[in-house]
C-alpha cells in the first residue's frame, strides 16, 4: 500500500496597499470648476491546493488507486475614494468605499480499478471514476455618501454563486493480447451538472447573517446579507 501526500500555498497574506490621485481643471465650461479623486486600494490574495493518493495491490492482479484534491483561492479588493469637487455653488464632497470579495474551492475525488489476466500479462480491464466539483462566490459591496452625509447615501450588494459538477466514468479493456495484434476498447460516458444565481443590487434587510461595513476610519454601519440557498455548508 502506498500514500503520497503533497500541498501548496501560495498568496498575499497582507494587504498590498496603493494610492493614487489625480485633478482635473476643465478647460472650457463645465458643471464643475475643479475636482479631486483621491483612491486607495487594498489586495489580498490566497490559493493553495492539497492532494492525497492511496495506492492498494489488492493481489497481484487486482489494484485500487483513489485520490483527493482540493484546492481553492481567495481574492480580496478594498477601494477606498474621495472625491472633491468645486461648483460654482461652492465645494461638494463625495465618498466610496468598495469591498469585493470572490473565492473558488474545488474537491475532485478519482477512483481507478484495474484488473489483470492471470494468464495473459497484457490482458486488462481498468475502471475510473471521477468527480470534480467546483464553487465561484463572488460578492461585491458598495457604500457611497454624498455632500458629508448630510443629504443622500447609497448602500449595494451584488452577489453571484455558481457551482459547477462534474462525473466521468471510463472503462478502458484489452480483452486480446496477442504477439501480432492487440484489441482494445473504451467507453467515456460524462456528465456535468452546472448552476448559477447572481443577485444584483440587493437590499440590506435579510437573515440573520450579518456584516460589517466601514463608513469611517472609526465607524461601521451592520447590515443584514442575504445568501443564497444553493450554498453547500462545507463549503460556506
Known amino acids: 500500500m502506498g500514500i503520497t501526500v503533497n500541498g501548496s500555498l501560495d498568496g498575499i497574506a497582507s494587504p498590498l496597499k496603493s494610492f493614487n490621485s489625480s485633478t482635473t481643471l476643465p478647460l472650457v465650461s463645465s458643471a464643475y470648476q475643479k475636482r479631486k479623486v483621491s483612491a486607495t486600494e487594498a489586495t489580498t490574495r490566497m490559493m493553495g491546493s492539497g492532494t492525497l493518493e492511496l495506492n492498494y495491490e489488492i493481489d497481484s492482479l487486482h489494484s485500487v488507486i483513489s485520490s483527493l484534491v482540493i484546492s481553492g ?10 472625491i472633491e469637487t468645486e461648483l460654482a ?20 475525488i478519482g477512483v481507478d480499478y484495474t484488473k489483470k489476466s492471470g494468464s495473459n500479462a497484457g490482458r486488462y480491464t481498468t475502471f475510473r471514476f471521477n468527480w470534480a466539483g467546483s464553487r465561484n462566490f463572488s460578492d461585491n459591496d458598495g457604500v457611497q455618501q454624498y455632500n458629508n452625509g448630510g443629504t443622500s447615501n447609497k448602500w449595494i450588494v451584488n452577489e453571484a454563486v455558481s457551482r459547477n459538477d462534474e462525473f466521468t466514468f471510463q472503462l478502458d479493456a484489452v480483452p486480446v493480447a496477442r504477439k501480432t495484434y492487440t484489441i482494445e476498447g473504451a467507453l467515456k460516458p460524462y456528465c456535468e451538472k452546472p448552476d448559477r444565481i447572481i443577485t444584483a443590487g440587493l437590499p440590506l434587510i435579510s437573515r440573520s447573517l450579518t456584516r460589517k461595513i466601514r463608513i469611517t476610519a472609526t465607524d461601521y454601519i451592520t447590515v443584514n446579507r442575504y445568501i443564497p440557498g444553493i450554498v453547500p455548508l462545507w463549503l460556506n
Open 73 to 82: 483561492y481567495k481574492n480580496q479588493k478594498d477601494i477606498s475614494q474621495d
Open 89 to 108: 455653488s461652492g465645494q461638494q464632497h463625495s465618498w466610496l468605499y468598495n469591498v469585493t470579495n470572490d473565492r473558488a474551492p474545488s474537491t475532485t
